[in-house]
């Protein structure tokens, strides 16, 4: 299947519906060529240079104010990560900052936790009451017993607060729930992880894999403008997904994989290249080690053997295999971002690295280059004490090769203590841990434990109905915040600063953290009057331009060589400084040195195994009450095979149509909110799909309130991967009911 530039550019029923976001900027994936490239022209009195949060990937913006209120945003041209343009989601920022729903002045809970009962008060009463909660679980437990989950830029000051306060139990579920495994995974097989944003080249590839990776949908900007110009040059996409998702009908291979049977096809792909000697020799030979067990390892494993164990044909793996051989070194196997899926996801993440390796593409163009960043020196301060407590979250010896605390493993400790003390309180920012942990029925087991739990939140999510303080913030367009200096090819600093006062009683996040730090007897720590003065102090120790980053939001650095064919020279922090295609820390840790296929579980008897994944214009339950992005997307669905739908009980009479509402049951036997069927053959029989983040029970997001059905509550059970601990969700099986059946 080919594509034309103007059938990539149109995407079936989003083009037209992005159009209606009207002023600012969305990606060409989503088919408005005009781009709205962000120019001088201003739709106000003021244009201010910011970067986005309305996810994780901190595009620059530019927003423009008009008598004290955000009229647009639009990608700044000057940002690396956003060139003058932004994805759906980016432009919806006023839809966060003017949300109705916000919260609008601190609570302090009455009644029984859980019972969502608040009354408002004043800064100093609720500060005191989280000085007073945090100091006694201190004097009681010690500060070890207090947790921090944190989820997002502004996060950083919080995780500054819990190491001056000396808790090393500091998590963000985007480790343990995303990706976790990706990060060892890669560091097992070249010495380090592919970081964030990704160190790709997707631009220059002639060949991109996608492999349970749905660009498009998850819509990583830069990500998806250097895919579409990749594909323009005529590159070739190869897709595996079980179902027709956007990058799909943009492939010229779409592989339809029966879930949980990655490693097997990825084996194939492996049998193909070493078979047919089209590998790339002369850099295996170089850089790798382990080649010759690995070719043993694969021998048995042809496309033939993967066929009735993933639903793939042999001839498509193998025309699959060789489009990406002829195009190495600049063929790459997009390492995806969400990697918890099976439980074995270290160990499938670990093949995707060998087929890299096979085909050169580390650190080759096209492929995995290896950025610089701008160095920026550290505010002056004083030193965290240092404390050899061990952190919360596993025993000594589980999940060996996890090197970031476990967000599922401070719940689980909360529970079932794995260390030698308890867990008494946490804190909350930016993430509502009843959607992103699995089986919300432990998550409330866990709080209904705590001596307190503080929650810092810009909308009344459920979290923050558990609450025994909730401490609003203003959003990102209301605040300044740290620098941020990442690893890409276009090094850069960025800054993000305040467009408008903040609304209502919300405050920044640094002012926040900063109270409590003096409340805290930890003034030494917070000794900046304002994140502006912090973020002055360090540009100008790192003898930068500061004028110059608040008039463009961001400093561009020195770029260097990023791969071979620029001269640079590869290098790798394995326990063998090769490319270990043999793992032998895996294998004196009891794990298998090189990738094993393990069959998973097939669906019981009438059951469909779920699945779940994003919409383009939104970031999972985060913006889901978002009106202004609703008007694209405003309620999930599910995904179900047409003919698959003709044979569910329940429906011989009057077969399944798109639209009608439907609730599932899952194993355990724990029932959905009603969700609309969108009936399709642009998925396998054996699954069914739907879009994260929706079915909130939680009443003061009056506008997300109801609308569709939540996964995560079909979420019951989990498997953990004995490498580093992350949770794979996709173990859950449903069955299809009439919604009035099940009421």
Same mark, same amino acid.
């Given at each position: 299947?080919?594509?034309?530039?103007?059938?990539?550019?149109?995407i079936?029923?989003g083009?037209?519906?992005?159009?209606?976001?009207?002023?600012?900027?969305?990606? =060409?994936?989503?088919?408005?060529?005009s781009?709205?490239?962000?120019?001088?022209? @201003?739709?106000?009195?003021q244009?201010?240079?910011?970067?986005?949060e309305l996810c994780?990937?901190?595009?620059?913006?530019?927003?423009?104010?008009?008598?004290?209120?955000?009229?647009?945003?639009?990608?700044?041209?000057?940002?690396?990560?956003?060139?003058?343009?932004?994805?759906?989601?980016g @432009?919806?920022?006023?839809?966060?900052?003017?949300?109705?729903?916000?919260?609008?002045?601190?609570?302090?809970?009455?009644?029984?936790?859980?019972?969502?009962?608040?009354?408002?008060?004043?800064?100093?009463?609720?500060?005191?009451?989280?000085?007073?909660?945090?100091? +006694?679980?201190?004097?009681?437990?010690?500060?070890?017993?207090m947790?921090?989950?944190?989820?997002?830029?502004?996060? $950083?000051?919080?995780?500054h607060?819990?190491?001056?306060?000396?808790?090393?139990?500091?998590?963000?579920? $985007?480790?343990a729930?995303?990706?976790?495994?990706?990060?060892?995974?890669?560091?097992?097989?070249?010495?380090?992880?592919?970081?964030s944003?990704?160190?790709?080249?997707?631009?220059?590839?002639?060949?991109?894999?996608?492999?349970? *990776?749905?660009?498009?949908? =998850?819509?990583? =900007?830069?990500?998806?403008?250097?895919?579409?110009?990749?594909?323009?040059?005529?590159?070739?996409?190869?897709? !595996?997904?079980?179902r027709?998702?956007?990058?799909?009908?943009?492939?010229?291979?779409?592989?339809?994989?029966?879930?949980?049977?990655?490693?097997?096809?990825?084996?194939?792909?492996? &049998?193909?290249?070493?078979?047919?000697?089209?590998?790339?020799?002369?850099?295996?030979?170089?850089?790798?080690?382990?080649?010759?067990?690995? %070719? +043993?390892?694969?021998?048995?494993?042809?496309?033939?053997?993967?066929?009735?164990?993933?639903?793939?044909?042999?001839?498509?793996?193998?025309?699959?295999?060789?489009?990406m051989?002829?195009?190495?070194?600049?063929?790459?196997?997009?390492?995806?971002?969400?990697?918890?899926?099976?439980?074995?996801?270290?160990?499938? !993440?670990?093949?995707?690295?060998?087929?890299?390796?096979?085909?050169?593409?580390?650190?080759?163009?096209?492929?995995?280059?290896?950025p610089?960043?701008?160095?920026?020196?550290?505010?002056?301060?004083?030193?965290?004490?240092? @404390?050899?407590?061990?952190?919360?979250?596993?025993?000594?010896?589980?999940?060996?090769?996890a090197?970031?605390?476990?967000?599922?493993?401070?719940?689980?400790?909360?529970?079932?203590?794995?260390?030698?003390?308890?867990?008494?309180?946490?804190? !909350?920012?930016?993430?509502?841990?009843?959607?992103?942990?699995?089986d919300?029925?432990?998550?409330?087991?866990?709080?209904?434990?705590?001596?307190?739990?503080?929650? !810092?939140?810009?909308?009344?999510?459920?979290?923050?109905?558990?609450?025994? #303080?909730?401490?609003?913030?203003?959003?990102?367009?209301?605040?300044?915040?740290?620098?941020?200096?990442?690893?890409?090819?276009?090094?850069?600093?960025?800054?993000?600063?305040?467009?408008?006062?903040?609304?209502?009683?919300?405050?920044?996040?640094?002012?926040?953290?900063?109270?409590?730090?003096?409340?805290?007897?930890?003034?030494?720590?917070?000794?900046?009057?304002?994140?502006?003065?912090?973020?002055?102090?360090?540009?100008?120790?790192?003898?930068?331009?500061?004028? %110059?980053?608040?008039?463009?939001?961001?400093?561009?650095?020195?770029?260097?060589?990023?791969?071979?064919?620029?001269?640079?020279?590869?290098?790798?922090?394995?326990?063998?400084?090769?490319?270990?295609?043999?793992?032998?820390?895996?294998?004196?840790?009891?794990?298998?040195?090189?990738?094993?296929?393990?069959?998973?579980?097939?669906?019981?008897?009438?059951?469909?195994?779920?699945?779940?994944?994003?919409?383009?214009?939104?970031?999972?339950?985060?913006?889901? &009450?978002?009106?202004?992005?609703?008007?694209?997307?405003?309620? *999930?669905?599910?995904?179900? *095979?047409?003919?698959? +739908?003709?044979?569910?009980?329940?429906?011989?009479?009057?077969?399944?149509?798109?639209?009608?509402?439907?609730?599932?049951?899952?194993?355990?036997?724990?029932?959905?909110?009603?969700?609309?069927?969108?009936?399709?053959?642009?998925?396998?029989?054996?699954?069914?799909?739907?879009?994260?983040?929706?079915?909130? @029970?939680?009443?003061?997001?009056?506008?997300?309130?109801?609308?569709?059905?939540?996964? *995560?509550?079909? #979420?019951?059970?989990?498997? #953990?991967?004995?490498?580093?601990?992350?949770?794979?969700? &996709?173990? &859950?099986?449903?069955?299809?009911?009439?919604?009035?059946? +099940?009421?």
């Open positions: 299947m080919s594509v034309s530039r103007r059938q990539f550019l149109k079936s029923a083009g037209t519906a992005a159009a209606t976001l009207g002023s600012g900027a969305v990606s =060409n994936w989503w088919g408005i060529d781009g709205h490239v962000a120019h001088a022209d @201003t739709d106000g009195d244009v201010i240079p910011t970067f986005c994780f990937w901190k595009c620059g913006v530019l927003a423009h104010k008009k008598n004290g209120r955000v009229t647009k945003i639009v990608g700044n041209p000057k940002h690396p990560l956003s060139r003058g343009r932004l994805c759906p989601r @432009t919806g920022g006023t839809g966060l900052l003017y949300d109705p729903d916000r919260l609008k002045q601190p609570l302090i809970r009455q009644g029984s936790r859980g019972s969502d009962r608040f009354v408002t008060a004043s800064w100093d009463a609720a500060l005191d009451r989280v000085a007073e909660g945090m100091l +006694a679980i201190r004097k009681k437990h010690g500060p070890e017993a947790a921090l989950f944190t989820h997002g830029f502004g996060g $950083s000051w919080f995780k607060l819990f190491k001056s306060y000396g808790s090393p139990n500091i998590a963000a579920p $985007s480790y729930q995303c990706r976790g495994p990706r990060e060892v995974g890669y560091s097992l097989t070249f010495g380090q992880g592919v970081g944003p990704e160190a790709i080249d997707t631009e220059n590839a002639r060949c991109i894999t996608l492999i349970g *990776n749905h660009l498009g949908e =998850n819509m990583h =900007n830069t990500t998806v403008q250097d895919l579409a110009r990749a594909i323009e040059r005529g590159a070739d996409l190869i897709v !595996v997904d079980p027709f998702s956007v990058a799909a009908s943009k492939a010229k291979y779409w592989l339809p994989i029966k879930p949980g049977t990655d490693i097997a096809l990825l084996l194939a792909w492996i &049998n193909v290249l070493i078979e047919e000697e089209r590998y790339d020799k002369s850099y295996v030979d170089k850089h790798t080690k382990g080649f010759a067990e690995l %070719k +043993a390892h694969v021998a048995d494993k042809t496309p033939d053997w993967a066929y009735p164990l993933t639903g793939i044909e042999p001839e498509l793996i193998r025309r699959s295999a060789r489009a051989a002829a195009a190495r070194p600049a063929s790459l196997i997009h390492p995806g971002r969400h990697a918890t899926w099976y439980g074995d996801d270290t160990q499938r !993440v670990r093949a995707m690295a060998i087929l890299s390796a096979l085909l050169g593409s580390w650190g080759r163009r096209g492929g995995f280059i290896l610089s960043n701008m160095s920026l020196p550290p505010y002056p301060g004083p030193k965290y004490a240092h @404390t050899d407590t061990a952190r919360a979250d596993r025993g000594a010896s589980s999940y060996p090769l090197d970031e605390t476990l967000a599922s493993g401070l719940c689980d400790a909360t529970i079932t203590p794995q260390a030698a003390y308890d867990l008494h309180g946490w804190m !909350v920012y930016g993430t509502n841990l009843i959607q992103s942990l699995p919300a029925r432990r998550t409330i087991k866990a709080i209904q434990k705590l001596d307190f739990l503080v929650v !810092v939140e810009v909308l009344p999510v459920e979290i923050a109905g558990w609450a025994d #303080v909730v401490l609003p913030e203003c959003t990102y367009l209301e605040r300044d915040d740290d620098l941020w200096n990442p690893y890409y090819k276009q090094p850069f600093i960025a800054m993000r600063q305040e467009v408008v006062r903040p609304m209502y009683a919300s405050k920044p996040g640094w002012w926040i953290a900063r109270e409590l730090g003096k409340r805290l007897g930890l003034a030494d720590f917070f000794a900046y009057p304002s994140a502006a003065e912090y973020s002055k102090k360090r540009i100008e120790l790192g003898g930068y331009d500061y004028d %110059k980053l608040r008039r463009d939001g961001v400093l561009l650095g020195k770029t260097t060589p990023v791969c071979e064919e620029e001269g640079l020279g590869l290098s790798f922090d394995t326990e063998s400084k090769k490319i270990e295609l043999y793992s032998e820390p895996l294998k004196k840790l009891g794990f298998h040195p090189i990738p094993e296929f393990v069959p998973p579980q097939e669906p019981p008897f009438g059951m469909f195994r779920l699945l779940f994944g994003r919409t383009p214009a939104h970031t999972f339950g985060r913006t889901t &009450n978002n009106r202004f992005l609703s008007e694209v997307y405003a309620e *999930n669905e599910l995904w179900i *095979n047409a003919d698959a +739908a003709r044979r569910i009980p329940g429906f011989e009479d009057e077969p399944l149509k798109t639209g009608q509402r439907v609730v599932l049951v899952n194993q355990d036997g724990v029932k959905s909110q009603p969700i609309r069927a969108r009936v399709t053959q642009a998925i396998r029989g054996d699954c069914v799909y739907m879009v994260h983040g929706y079915g909130h @029970t939680a009443k003061g997001l009056r506008f997300a309130h109801g609308r569709g059905a939540a996964d *995560n509550r079909m #979420v019951t059970r989990f498997k #953990v991967d004995p490498i580093m601990g992350g949770t794979g969700m &996709n173990v &859950n099986f449903v069955r299809v009911e009439k919604a009035e059946a +099940a009421a």
